[in-house]
């Protein structure tokens, strides 16, 4: 009987350790992925161009608030920015930041902006995904208008269909409630700057196109016509990027998005 609890004592404290150890391997990693995150909010930049990705709330109304999982925001995150900073070091002279995916959810070099402070002011070229779900504050829509009347430049993202739109409408007539959205023009420079983008293909998302869409590149312009906001409507290029490495991804989307990043790039930064 007493080599029986001997034993039973042994395998016991076996038993704890296993469970001790699975703790603070828990608690190593979340403080790698925490540390991660405070550096994507409050790290300055270290080179000349940060993949920027915009924070903001879900609407109410829209079906993220209403399903659960909320989030919105970080759709494709930090995949998206890794495959495409990949592609803008192999393919221009920008000295851009690297980010890194070998932690599961948080890309370390990337950015993640907040709208509540002026640090969105050090990344000229700010990117945000599922617009059909954001809401931005009046303090918030002041603070983007200022931000892209000071020379920033926003792209906006993956998102489908009336209904999104009238939510994206929402939140973007905080900001502009005085300039109109239009369509970009075949010799609009943006598609020219560097690639010649003549042959707009719909972008799909890893389900394929939404039926009954038709893609819209559109665009808000400042007073002196150059594009502060390129609004991707009824496609998703974040998609395209985030599975630029999986075989079942169609190549040729992934390049033809990587096009449009590259001379939305080149614009914000010569504009």
């Known amino acids: 009987?007493?080599?029986?609890?001997?034993?039973?004592?042994?395998?016991?404290?076996a038993v704890i350790a296993l469970l001790l150890s699975i703790v603070i391997c828990g608690l190593f990693f979340t403080n790698i992925a925490i540390s991660q995150t405070i550096g994507a909010l409050e790290d300055e930049p270290t080179a000349e161009f940060h993949f920027a990705r915009l924070i903001y709330s879900d609407a109410y109304s829209s079906r993220?608030?209403?399903?659960?999982?909320?989030?919105?925001?970080?759709?494709?995150?930090?995949?998206?920015?890794?495959?495409?900073?990949?592609?803008?070091?192999?393919?221009t002279r920008v000295d851009g930041q690297s980010v890194s995916?070998?932690?599961?959810?948080?890309?370390d070099g990337g950015r993640l902006i907040t709208l509540n402070n002026e640090r969105v002011f050090d990344y000229p070229w700010l990117y945000a995904v599922e617009v059909g779900q954001?809401?931005?504050?009046?303090?918030?829509?002041?603070?983007?208008?200022?931000?892209?009347?000071?020379?920033?430049?926003?792209?906006?993202?993956?998102?489908?269909g009336e209904g999104e739109w009238s939510i994206f409408i929402q939140s973007m007539l905080?900001?502009?409630?005085?300039?109109?959205?239009?369509?970009?023009?075949?010799?609009?420079?943006?598609?020219?700057?560097?690639?010649?983008l003549d042959q707009r293909t719909a972008i799909p998302g890893a389900g394929g196109l939404r039926q009954g869409t038709v893609p819209h590149w559109r665009?808000?312009?400042?007073?002196?016509?150059?594009?502060m906001v390129a609004i991707n409507?009824?496609?998703?290029?974040?998609?395209?990027?985030?599975?630029?490495?999986?075989?079942w991804y169609p190549e040729s989307m992934t390049a033809l998005a990587y096009r449009f990043a590259v001379n939305y790039l080149i614009y914000s930064m010569t504009h």
């Open 233 to 247: 409507f009824n496609m998703d290029m974040g998609d395209a990027w985030e599975h630029a490495d999986d075989p």
């Open 174 to 196: 905080r900001v502009f409630p005085d300039k109109p959205i239009v369509e970009l023009s075949n010799d609009h420079e943006l598609l020219h700057v560097l690639y010649d």
């Open 101 to 107: 995916i070998n932690s599961d959810f948080y890309g």
């Open 219 to 227: 665009g808000i312009f400042d007073n002196d016509g150059k594009l």
């Open 134 to 160: 954001w809401h931005l504050s009046d303090a918030e829509a002041a603070r983007l208008r200022e931000y892209l009347d000071r020379g920033g430049f926003l792209i906006v993202d993956d998102f489908w």
């Open 64 to 91: 993220r608030a209403r399903w659960g999982g909320g989030g919105a925001w970080s759709t494709d995150y930090p995949d998206a920015e890794y495959h495409l900073m990949e592609g803008v070091k192999r393919l």
């Open 1 to 13: 009987m007493g080599l029986l609890i001997v034993k039973l004592n042994r395998s016991l404290n």
